[in-house]
């Protein structure tokens, strides 16, 4: 069984840029959530896709965007990035279970 | 509105000693309470979760947590530290609500263990 994957693993990015994040969620999971965590504090919800609809969204502005596809697997669009986007970007997925499992993470720097 | 916190954004124990590492929660409604360890530039792997079954609540490594609705705690524990237990901790609460899986963490808990 294959866990989540996160792609790429490191992105630079410069201010005003976008950028596009990829997961791959676990074996037969339909349900994948997004999380921005910044240096030295825990994870914060950004939103949750289930079978290709956003059904829940954290405190994040509309320039945080993201898409399901029928496969299950997720991008997390950034537009006009801001210096304080700098972060670890965590994909989770689950499926009716109780518990989400995480992918490794992409690094995003923003200069 | 849910929200966890954890005690101590610093915790340092002997090899062999006890940890201790605390949580409390505060959610209007009957939650589910995880510990996720996080590793060096690596993701968050679930150590144990609590879903409203067995208040006591064994996890992977020797770790175990205590619900406790009295005092809102989850509280994470283990006999004897090792050197592989070193890594940052968090605790998360999501409610036990269908459909949504969104968690709320708190700021974690790096812990280190001294030789």
């Known amino acids: 069984e294959t866990g989540v994957t996160q792609s790429p693993t490191h992105l630079i990015k410069t201010r005003g840029q976008q950028v596009t994040l990829r997961c791959s969620s676990q074996?037969?999971?339909?349900?994948v959530s997004w999380y921005q965590q910044a240096l030295g504090q825990g994870p914060q919800f950004i939103f949750q896709?289930?079978?290709?609809?956003?059904?829940g969204r954290g405190n994040f502005p509309p320039r945080f965007s993201g898409l399901q596809f029928p496969n299950y697997s997720s991008e997390l669009n950034v537009n006009a990035l801001e210096l304080d986007d700098s972060a670890l970007y965590l994909c989770?997925?689950?499926?009716?279970?109780?518990?989400?499992?995480f992918g490794p993470g992409t690094r995003l720097t923003v200069l | 509105a849910q929200s966890v916190t954890q005690l101590g954004s610093h915790v340092s124990v002997s090899e062999g000693a006890l940890v201790l590492l605390r949580c409390n929660y505060s959610?209007?409604?009957?939650?589910?309470l995880f510990w996720y360890v996080q590793y060096p530039n690596q993701g968050l792997q679930l150590l144990l979760k609590?879903?409203?079954?067995?208040?006591l609540v064994k996890g992977i490594n020797g770790f175990e947590a205590e619900f406790k609705k009295s005092e809102t705690s989850f509280h994470l524990t283990k006999p004897s530290a090792h050197m592989s237990d070193a890594a940052e901790y968090f605790c998360?609460?999501?409610?036990?609500?269908?459909?949504?899986?969104?968690?709320?963490f708190g700021k974690g808990t790096k812990l280190s263990v001294i030789p």
């Open positions: 989770a997925s689950a499926s009716s279970g109780d518990t989400q499992y």
């Open positions: 074996s037969g999971h339909n349900t």
């Open positions: 896709y289930y079978r290709e609809e956003e059904n």
């Open positions: 959610s209007s409604v009957p939650p589910y």
């Open positions: 609590y879903t409203s079954a067995a208040t």
């Open positions: 998360a609460v999501r409610n036990a609500g269908a459909g949504s899986y969104q968690l709320t």
